[in-house]
T-cell receptor, first 115, second 112 residues
Framework: AQSVAQPEDQVNVAEGNPLTVKCTYS??????LFWYVQYPNRGLQFLLK??????LVKGSYGFEAEFNKSQTSFHLKKPSALVSDSALYFC?????????????FGTGTLLAVQP | NAGVTQTPKFQVLKTGQSMTLQCAQD?????MYWYRQDPGMGLRLIYY???????DKGEVPNGYNVSRLNKREFSLRLESAAPSQTSVYFC???????????FGSGTRLTVV
């Protein structure tokens, strides 16, 4: 069965420092991977996705993610964190068992950027 | 504005009461989904509708029913609410080949 894991409940980083939010996946076949961000009392917003091609995917708000097949990881990164990046981040993988576009989400990582 | 609209935004129910959460999208998307979000558990799929006229169970369907009224609307019904259904509910939609889901802003439901 497909699954994703986000091993950190919370990540703390100082403003201006690089940030990494970790995600590992378990799928059969080639994965479709996604990152979403949720600001307080809001719905989830799409950040970026990996389907195929370049292992470094660029997304919204200066975020990027690196797909690593050998480590089955898809970590979210940003070179310089902003206080406004503080939010809940979800990694997700598409359920490949049929043409339904179902997404399986991780448990989320709370990113706290200190000024 | 194009997107996914959920109503209501907040609701308090007593145990045993029923209610319907409404969801509508105006993007001509084929597939629609209902998720619930609970602390430490991420988002879990309740029901989905891959296309108009079809609905299927997700990971946590017990206690819920759905209706895909037309291509735009996908409602979630709680027939007899229980405290375990206290959660934030999100509706989402997608068209094949799109960048990702479009989510509604959520319904915060409390069952007392």
């Amino acid at each position: 069965a497909q699954s994703v894991a986000q091993p950190e409940d919370q990540v703390n980083v100082a403003e201006g420092n690089p940030l990494t939010v970790k995600c590992t996946y378990s799928v059969s076949g080639n994965p479709y991977l996604f990152w979403y961000v949720q600001y307080p009392n809001r719905g989830l917003q799409f950040l970026l996705k990996y389907i195929t091609g370049d292992n470094l995917v660029k997304g919204s708000y200066g975020f990027e993610a690196e797909f690593n097949k050998s480590q089955t990881s898809f970590h979210l990164k940003k070179p310089s964190a902003l206080v406004s990046d503080s939010a809940l981040y979800f990694c997700a993988v598409r359920d490949m068992g049929g043409a339904t576009n179902k997404l399986i989400f991780g448990t989320g990582t709370l990113l706290a950027v200190q000024p | 504005n194009a997107g996914v609209t959920q109503t209501p935004k907040f609701q308090v129910l007593k145990t045993g009461q029923s209610m319907t959460l409404q969801c509508a999208q105006d993007m001509n998307h084929n597939s629609m989904y209902w998720y619930r979000q609970d602390p430490g558990m991420g988002l879990r799929l309740i029901y989905y509708s891959a296309s108009e006229g079809t609905t299927d169970k997700g990971e946590v369907p017990n206690g819920y029913n759905v209706s895909r009224l037309n291509k735009r609307e996908f409602s979630l019904r709680l027939e007899s609410a229980a405290p375990s259904q206290t959660s934030v509910y999100f509706c989402a939609s997608i068209v094949l080949g799109a960048r990702g889901y479009t989510f509604g802003s959520g319904t915060r439901l409390t069952v007392v």
